[in-house]
C-alpha cells in the first residue's frame, strides 16, 4: 500500500515536472509544477516529515506559485508564448541533463544502502523539529528573518521607479 | 507514537525520484529562454535536494536535515521574490522575458 503511494506520487512528480518543462505555454508550466509540488508534500507524507509536507505546501503552493501566477496575470505574459529557438539548442541541453543524471549515478553506483532501516517514526513531528531548530538552530532561525527583511526592501526598491529620479 | 517502522521502498528509489528532478530542472534551465520557466525550474531543482535531504534525515534518524530543510525553503522563497521583481523590472524595460533579449553584455 505505501509502496503503491510511493510509486504513483514518483510518477505524478516525474511526469508534470516534464510538463512543465516542455509546454508552450507559461501558465501551464506553473500550474504543472503546482501538482508537481503536492506530490513531493504527499513524498514528505511517506517519509515521516508531516510538518514539513504541510510547510511545504503552505509556502510553496500557497506563497511562491501563487506569487508566479500573480505576475504572470498581472503583466498579461500568458499570451507571450514560444520564442522559436533552435533544434540544436534543445538537443544539446537534453544531452546535459542526461549527462549529469549519468555522472551521479556513476558516483553512486558504489555506494551501498541499508534498505531495511527502521524508521523512527517521531523525526518529523513539530514538537521534535521545534526543539532542534530552537535549540542547535536559533542564530541561523533569527539572521533568516533579517534575510526576509532585506528581501523585502530589495523588492520594494527595485519596483520603485520614482526613487531612482528624485 | 514511539513504534518503530520498516521503510516500504528501497531507499534507492528515493533517491532516484530527487536525481531524477534534479536533472529534469537542469534541463530545463538550459533548454527554456522564457524567464519565468528557468526560474521554476530552479524552484524544481531546490526541491528534489530538499526531497534527498527529508529521506536522508529518515535514513539517519537525525531531525537536524529537516531543520536544515526549513533554511533552504526560507531562502528560496526570499530567492523568488527578488528574482520576480528583477523580471517585473526586466519586463517594463525591454517588453519581453526573452533571455536573448538580453545580449548586451555579450561581446
Not at chain 1, 509544477?33 to 513524498?43: K, P, S
Not at chain 1, 514539513?52 to 498581472?74: D, N, P, Q
Not at chain 2, 531531525?63 to 526560507?74: G, H, P, T
Request: hydrophobic share 60%.
Amino acid at each position: 500500500m505505501a509502496a503503491a503511494l510511493f510509486y504513483i506520487l514518483s510518477l505524478i512528480c516525474i511526469v508534470s515536472s516534464l510538463v512543465m518543462i516542455f509546454h508552450k505555454n507559461t501558465m501551464y508550466s506553473v500550474l504543472s509544477l503546482l501538482i508537481t509540488f503536492f506530490a513531493v508534500a504527499g513524498l514528505y507524507v511517506t517519509l515521516n516529515a508531516q510538518f514539513l509536507a504541510i510547510v511545504h505546501i503552505i509556502v510553496y503552493a500557497g506563497a511562491i506559485m501563487v506569487l508566479f501566477l500573480y505576475v504572470i496575470m498581472f503583466l498579461n505574459m500568458s499570451n507571450i508564448i514560444n520564442f522559436q529557438k533552435s533544434q540544436a539548442v534543445k538537443i544539446a541541453a537534453t544531452t546535459t541533463g542526461l549527462m549529469v543524471l549519468l555522472v551521479i549515478i556513476a558516483s553512486l553506483s558504489s555506494a551501498t544502502f541499508n534498505s531495511d532501516i527502521v524508521a523512527n517514526q517521531d523525526i518529523g513531528l513539530a514538537a521534535t523539529l521545534g526543539k532542534v531548530i530552537f535549540n542547535e538552530f536559533l542564530i541561523p532561525f533569527e539572521v533568516s528573518s533579517i534575510l526576509f527583511l532585506s528581501a523585502m526592501v530589495g523588492v520594494v526598491i527595485f519596483n520603485k521607479k520614482d526613487l531612482i529620479d528624485e | 507514537m514511539n513504534e518503530s517502522s520498516i521503510m516500504a521502498v528501497p531507499f534507492e528509489h528515493y533517491v532516484a525520484v530527487s536525481i531524477i528532478l534534479f536533472s529534469i530542472g537542469i534541463i530545463g534551465v538550459l533548454m527554456r529562454r522564457n524567464l519565468i520557466v528557468m526560474f521554476l525550474s530552479i524552484e524544481l531543482m531546490l526541491n528534489s535536494i530538499n526531497l534527498l535531504a527529508v529521506s536522508f534525515s529518515l535514513y539517519h534518524n537525525d531531525s537536524n536535515a529537516q531543520a536544515f530543510v526549513f533554511f533552504i525553503m526560507v531562502v528560496a522563497a526570499a530567492e523568488i521574490a527578488v528574482g520576480l521583481a528583477m523580471l517585473v523590472m526586466i519586463y517594463r524595460n525591454i517588453r519581453t522575458i526573452d533571455i536573448d533579449a538580453l545580449k548586451q553584455l555579450k561581446w
